[in-house]
């Protein structure tokens, strides 16, 4: 037992040795007292550049887009709409826009709860080419879909399937299905099987402890793989060319190619068109970047 007088005459530094908790702090100090070092031209000179170039073609087509035919100023004015309004009802752009829209969302929904189920079985049971079906999910996002196209064509023929809207789903959901089934799989490794074991004992089945326990927690997760079949069935050029010959049928990626022809290329149109196509995106990107960014964080690390 230590006494108050050893304990006041014991030297400074022994009395105020600093413990583990002190050498811990040291280097988190010691960053930041190096981040607070650094100038601040030389972290938002490299930023504002990049935003630069990043932010003028979106100016220009903005530019194209806004301004009056003919016209060569560089500030959009006096505002004109006539580019929209041609593409939207000359060019079929609402026509386009109803059937990227029936694409993205159909091709959101079945990839989804294809990826939900199979990342489920993926992730809970263990069974003996498991490891080999993981293996071909890898495997085949190395492999183009230009390569496929031929085979493709020639099922939805036998099918009775070319030139519908229900060949390029298929197909879309098809190609996004092996890296959705890997972060969906991910996910839900995450997820403590205990939770669902508590929810046997209290009288649940699986499917329900799936439902009310895990699915909840899923909610990042689903959100980062229906966003990122969705902005790619959306985006995708190649199976809508390919499998749709009706123009009533056609999306806007085919849209905005009718758009250039090899005497010329109106270029306030394509630039309206452009802007039509990527509008839609960017909300659903501005409202979802928080989930988006968590989904893929958690998803792609093995729990």
Request: glycine fraction near 8%; charged fraction near 10%.
């Amino acid at each position: 037992m230590i006494t108050k007088e050893a304990a006041a005459g014991a030297p400074a530094s022994v009395a105020h040795a600093p413990g583990p908790d002190a050498d811990r702090s040291r280097p988190a100090r010691a960053r930041r007292r190096a981040w607070d070092e650094v100038p601040r031209w030389q972290i938002y000179l490299p930023l504002g550049i990049y935003l630069l170039f990043t932010l003028i073609p979106f100016y220009w087509i903005l530019l194209f887009a806004l301004r009056p035919a003919g016209s060569t100023s560089l500030v959009p004015w006096p505002v004109t709409f006539e580019h929209f309004h041609k593409v939207w009802t000359e060019r079929s752009f609402g026509v386009y826009f109803q059937n990227s829209i029936l694409v993205g969302v159909a091709t959101l929904v079945m990839t989804t709860v294809v990826a939900l189920a199979g990342g489920y079985a993926l992730a809970r049971f263990d069974f003996k080419i498991k490891s080999g079906f993981l293996l071909a999910l890898l495997c085949s996002q190395f492999v183009p879909g230009a390569l496929l196209l031929v085979p493709l064509f020639q099922v939805f023929a036998n099918l009775r399937m070319i030139n519908s809207l229900g060949s390029v789903i298929i197909a879309e959901t098809v190609f996004q299905l092996p890296l959705s089934l890997i972060l969906i799989s991910g996910f839900i490794k995450n997820v403590p099987y205990s939770l669902e074991e508590a929810a046997w004992v209290d009288g649940c089945s699986r499917f329900t402890a799936f439902r009310i326990v895990v699915l909840p927690l899923l909610r990042p997760g689903l959100i980062a793989v229906g966003s990122f079949a969705f902005v790619h069935a959306w985006n995708h050029f190649l199976f809508a060319l390919m499998f749709l010959s009706d123009q009533s049928k056609q999306t806007i990626p085919v849209g905005l190619n009718t758009l250039m022809n090899a005497d010329s290329v109106d270029l306030g149109a394509l630039a309206a068109g452009g802007i039509v196509a990527a509008v839609p995106v960017v909300i659903v990107f501005a409202f979802i970047q928080k989930w988006l960014i968590t989904g893929f964080s958690a998803g792609a690390v093995k729990g």
